[in-house]
């Protein structure tokens, strides 16, 4: 069965540190899309990144980053020089590509950073 | 303007009166989905579909209908709602290997 790990309940950090959430996905699949989502404090789901299994290079987008470890099947999201409007809720969600399109997520990773 | 439309935003019921939550997407997607998201839980898919006339079963569907007539539209029913409904839901859609759109989210309160 396909299970989706993000095992960091809460975060707390002070402005300007940089933090890591970590999200394993555990499948016997090869090829699959992880995505990971944002959700401010005002509620709304905001799209950040997609990541794809067959891709392990680093990317970074301003101050994410990500990166992949197939070995591990960690997608860990990276941000730099933390801010106060980074504090919300962070998912990662993987899909099998051609399937069911079934988007699971994981539980979430709640991100508070402190002024 | 690419979006998703979820009505109400906001909604006080009763036990065992039925409610229609409806959702609408403009971008021609041909995947839909309900979650539900409670505290501690994440979200949870309650329904899914690939395309009109096709749905199924996500990982919470028990208490919930969905119908897929029209390829934008995909309305939330519940029959008999009940306190353990309670909850904030989302309607999604997107296409092949890309990410979700998600609407704004409608509360629901079952008294």
């Known amino acids: 069965a396909q299970k989706v790990t993000q095992a960091q309940t809460e975060i707390s950090v002070v402005e300007k540190e940089d933090v890591t959430l970590d999200c394993v996905y555990e499948?016997?699949?090869?090829?699959?899309?992880l995505f990971w989502y944002k959700q401010p404090p005002s509620g709304e789901l905001v799209f950040l990144i997609r990541r794809n299994s067959f891709d392990e290079q680093n990317e970074i987008s301003g101050r994410y980053s990500w990166n992949f470890q197939k070995s591990t099947s960690s997608f860990n999201f990276t941000i730099t020089a933390s801010q106060v409007v980074d504090s919300a809720v962070y998912f990662c969600a993987p899909t099998t590509p051609g399937g069911s399109e079934k988007l699971v997520f994981g539980k979430g990773t709640k991100l508070t950073v402190n002024p | 303007e690419a979006q998703v439309t979820q009505n109400p935003r906001y909604l006080i019921t009763v036990t065992g009166k039925k409610l229609t939550v409806t959702c609408s997407q403009n971008m021609n997607h041909e995947y839909m989905s309900w979650y539900r998201q409670d505290p501690g839980l994440g979200l949870r898919q309650i329904y899914y579909s690939m395309n009109v006339e096709v749905t199924d079963k996500g990982d919470v569907p028990e208490g919930y209908k969905v119908s897929r007539k029209e390829k934008r539209n995909f309305p939330l029913i519940l029959e008999s709602p009940s306190p353990n409904q309670t909850s904030l839901y989302f309607c999604a859609s997107r296409t092949v290997n890309t990410e979700a759109f998600f609407g704004q989210g409608t509360r629901l309160t079952v008294v």
């Open positions: 499948t016997r699949d090869t090829t699959y899309y």
